[in-house]
């Protein structure tokens, strides 16, 4: 299990809390330090079922110098949406925990958070 983390956000100061509480074994990525490929990217949106403006944090500052708001979400838009993702990780939405079972969730919540360890011990 790896979890897509910002030490300076509370809600993956959360999840963390909660995979250490569950006794969970887990890697970090720092992301906006260890910044995802566009390919890595498109392997996430992969396993969570999502298109890239769905995990696209669209009020920051960078979201709204580029204009997302007015890019169309689209299949031919995508692979702008993923690059803009790739070149500005600030944007991306977090904490994302890809489960070894080949899922991955988006884990804003601590119900979210949950279903990931379940998916993570089934897999074991």
């Known amino acids: 299990m790896e979890i897509w983390i910002n030490p300076a956000c509370s ?25 995802p490929s566009e ?23 960078d979201a709204k110098e580029l204009g997302l708001k007015d890019w169309a979400r689209d299949e031919g838009s995508r692979d702008r949406w993923i690059k803009a993702l790739a070149e500005h990780p600030k944007l991306i939405q977090r904490p994302i925990i890809t489960a070894d ?15 990931a360890i379940g998916h993570g011990r089934t897999a074991s």
């Open 101 to 115: 079972d080949g899922t991955a969730l988006v884990a804003r919540t601590d119900e979210a958070v949950q279903e």
């Open 11 to 35: 809600k993956c100061r959360s999840a963390i809390s909660t995979l250490d509480a569950e006794g969970v074994e887990y890697t970090v990525r720092r992301y906006l330090e260890d910044v």
């Open 39 to 61: 390919d890595e990217i498109k392997a996430v949106l992969g396993r969570l079922g999502l298109e890239p403006w769905d995990i696209t944090r669209t009020q920051e500052a």
